[in-house]
């Protein structure tokens, strides 16, 4: 499915981002920081249940970009790897990380420090990965 606006969640002093449509439930933030991520509690993402910091460290596991941050106070931004690395998943599909232009399917093009792109040329929200083609769940 298209990827549509992302969800926010304001804190104290960090504001969360989430893109469902670039999910690919691997579930890193739920097992990484409980406290803030439960997806058996609404709202799943609670940004003041853990310092700041240590909820930016946690996001910035989620490989897919799904999960990003802002902090208050014009805390620091995420940084982008250094090198630039791509992988390729079991199923195919592209694992990168660091300072990455992905060109949309609508031509826009958006910087960004972590993505999953689509190997299988099914995914609603190209070129992302949606998890809903053939390499789900790898
Ligand atoms: S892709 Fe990111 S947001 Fe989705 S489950 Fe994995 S770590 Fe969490």
Known sequence: MPSK???SY???RITVTYDGGRC???AACVRGLPEVFDSGRRPWVQPDGAAPERVAEAIRRCPSGA???RLADDGPTEEPDRPTTVARSPAGRLV???ELHVTTADGTVRRETRA???ACGVSG???FCDDSG???GD
Request: proline share 8%; glycine share 12%.
């Open 125 to 127: 929200n190209q070129p």
């Open 96 to 98: 990168m990380r660091g």
């Open 116 to 118: 999953v792109l689509c």
């Open 24 to 26: 690919l439930h691997a």
């Open 10 to 12: 304001g804190g104290k």
């Open 134 to 136: 053939a390499c789900s």
């Open 5 to 7: 606006e992302p969800k």
């Open 67 to 69: 999960l990003q941050y």
